[in-house]
């Protein structure tokens, strides 16, 4: 008989702690999982990395001491990734980057990176997850889908639940709003109160709702439906709102009106604001290199400098070797980012075979954070979550990897 204790899962940045893992190694399934997060328990069985240099088997030391001697003699070296990272792993890293004079970025620099920082610097309210889900009355889903990218998002918190205060049901105490370029699987759960907004048309609806809260006749959309919007953000409680990749990239340079939008409902009432993230620790890595830097992302520790004009697509022309810790980056990059380095010489630190793996001169093979390594992370919302593997392995963590590196150097 196969036992369960509850552990951490790093699928999402949601990191539940309530998941059931089997106390047996061959036993392949997970009790109350998500299928994000069973996906993500499945990479254990998946086909893993090996030390390899340029394509042929290595030792753990062998590929150490290449990866050290390529970084020690790069002249604009990237480091890429950290997301899917712990925080001992990511200030290990940091250390590293400061070492050699490395760039430093993540997947947030195209999306949630730049609302990060507002949250962090205080400019945008925000809540813990827990709140929402024992107070929040409306939750708006704006430029992002949590049924796809954190499938517990709503049942735990935001839709479904019953919470301190909100003890009916959803369809009598909580309203999901959504506001997107497509009918998303979160678009379904509400269709009367979906929004449809074209590419890059967020500003304008931005816009609309500043304009009915001001008591003014919207320019944008369907009229009736933008007054209606603004009565149920008036008569709200508590409001949340969960922007996502599509809001990000349709509001680069006009973040500011996010500011304005959540400054106005804030006189009439309570809102709150929580990016839906990417990876597992993408909020952690923002907010230690916020620390460490002033910066949120996209950071050069030559000089310890952001270059806002050119970013990653930049780092990435003058990068001459590149570290990819725990990501993929020729496969989540844009095409011209991706080719750029696929031309340099890469590091890859991976638990997984991936296509930055196979074009890697050296792979350094990692345990699976939260699963089979531990240490602690940050959440979307800005808690801290301690995770204890229940797997063993004889693979190092990630954290070990960067130290051993830079003792080789």
Same mark, same amino acid.
Request: hydrophobic letters at 40%; proline letters at 5%.
């Given at each position: 008989?196969?036992?369960?204790?509850?552990?951490?899962?790093?699928?999402?940045?949601?990191?539940?702690?309530?998941?059931?893992?089997?106390?047996?190694?061959?036993?392949?399934?997970?009790?109350?999982?998500?299928?994000?997060?069973?996906?993500?328990?499945?990479?254990?069985?998946?086909?893993?990395?090996?030390?390899?240099?340029?394509?042929?088997?290595?030792?753990?030391?062998?590929?150490?001491?290449?990866?050290?001697?390529?970084?020690?003699?790069?002249? #604009?070296?990237?480091?890429?990734?950290?997301?899917?990272?712990?925080?001992?792993?990511?200030?290990?890293?940091?250390?590293?980057?400061?070492?050699?004079?490395?760039?430093?970025? /993540?997947?947030?620099?195209?999306?949630?990176?730049?609302?990060?920082?507002?949250?962090?610097?205080?400019?945008?309210?925000?809540?813990?997850?827990?709140?929402?889900?024992?107070?929040?009355?409306?939750?708006?889903?704006?430029?992002?889908?949590?049924?796809?990218?954190?499938?517990?998002?709503?049942?735990?918190?935001?839709?479904?639940?019953?919470?301190?205060?909100?003890?009916?049901?959803?369809?009598?105490?909580?309203?999901?709003?959504?506001?997107?370029?497509?009918?998303?699987?979160?678009?379904?759960?509400?269709?009367?109160?979906?929004?449809?907004? +074209?590419?890059?048309?967020?500003?304008?609806?931005?816009?609309?709702?500043?304009?009915?809260?001001?008591?003014?006749?919207?320019?944008?959309?369907?009229?009736?439906?933008?007054?209606?919007?603004?009565?149920?953000?008036?008569?709200?409680?508590?409001?949340?709102?969960?922007? +996502?990749?599509?809001?990000?990239?349709?509001?680069?340079?006009?973040?500011?009106?996010?500011?304005?939008?959540?400054?106005?409902?804030?006189?009439?009432?309570?809102?709150?604001?929580?990016?839906?993230?990417? +990876?597992?620790?993408?909020?952690?890595?923002?907010?230690?290199?916020? /620390?460490?830097?002033?910066?949120?992302?996209?950071?050069?520790?030559?000089?310890?400098?952001?270059?806002?004009?050119?970013?990653?697509?930049?780092?990435?022309?003058?990068?001459?070797?590149?570290?990819?810790?725990?990501?993929?980056?020729?496969?989540?990059?844009?095409?011209?980012?991706?080719?750029?380095?696929?031309?340099?010489?890469?590091?890859?630190?991976?638990?997984?075979?991936?296509?930055?793996?196979?074009?890697?001169?050296?792979?350094?093979?990692?345990?699976? #954070?939260?699963?089979?390594?531990?240490?602690?992370?940050?959440?979307?919302? +800005?808690?801290?979550?301690?995770?204890?593997?229940?797997?063993?392995?004889?693979?190092?963590?990630?954290?070990?990897?960067?130290?051993?590196?830079?003792?080789?150097?």
């Amino acid at each position: 008989m196969t036992d369960y204790n509850y552990k951490s899962c790093t699928g999402c940045a949601l990191i539940c702690e309530d998941i059931l893992y089997p106390d047996k190694e061959a036993v392949p399934q997970a009790r109350n999982i998500c299928r994000k997060g069973q996906a993500h328990y499945q990479s254990l069985f998946a086909e893993r990395t090996k030390p390899m240099i340029e394509g042929r088997d290595a030792s753990m030391e062998q590929a150490i001491a290449r990866a050290a001697e390529i970084l020690k003699d790069a002249r #604009s070296p990237l480091i890429y990734g950290w997301s899917n990272s712990s925080s001992e792993a990511q200030a290990v890293g940091m250390d590293l980057a400061e070492r050699i004079g490395a760039t430093v970025d /993540d997947p947030s620099t195209y999306c949630e990176g730049l609302f990060m920082e507002m949250v962090l610097a205080g400019k945008v309210p925000s809540c813990t997850l827990d709140d929402v889900r024992n107070f929040a009355d409306t939750s708006i889903f704006w430029g992002s889908d949590p049924s796809s990218s954190q499938p517990r998002h709503l049942s735990r918190f935001s839709y479904f639940p019953r919470g301190e205060k909100r003890q009916k049901s959803y369809e009598e105490e909580r309203t999901c709003i959504v506001v997107d370029v497509r009918e998303s699987p979160t678009a379904r759960l509400c269709p009367n109160t979906t929004y449809r907004v +074209g590419p890059g048309e967020d500003v304008q609806f931005l816009e609309a709702i500043l304009n009915v809260l001001e008591g003014k006749i919207p320019k944008f959309g369907d009229k009736k439906k933008m007054i209606e919007l603004g009565s149920v953000l008036k008569k709200t409680e508590y409001g949340v709102i969960f922007p +996502g990749r599509g809001i990000f990239q349709s509001l680069q340079g006009k973040m500011e009106l996010f500011s304005d939008l959540m400054a106005r409902l804030n006189e009439v009432t309570t809102f709150k604001a929580i990016p839906v993230a990417g +990876g597992f620790n993408t909020r952690g890595f923002n907010q230690l290199l916020l /620390d460490r830097t002033g910066y949120v992302k996209s950071v050069s520790f030559q000089q310890i400098i952001h270059r806002p004009e050119d970013s990653l697509a930049g780092a990435a022309k003058r990068a001459d070797a590149l570290l990819a810790l725990g990501s993929d980056p020729l496969a989540e990059l844009p095409v011209g980012v991706a080719r750029a380095l696929a031309k340099v010489p890469i590091v890859a630190i991976d638990s997984c075979r991936s296509i930055t793996s196979d074009a890697a001169l050296v792979v350094i093979p990692s345990a699976i #954070s939260g699963l089979e390594s531990g240490g602690t992370a940050i959440r979307t919302d +800005g808690m801290k979550v301690s995770l204890e593997p229940f797997m063993k392995t004889d693979r190092l963590a990630e954290e070990q990897i960067l130290t051993r590196i830079m003792e080789a150097m």
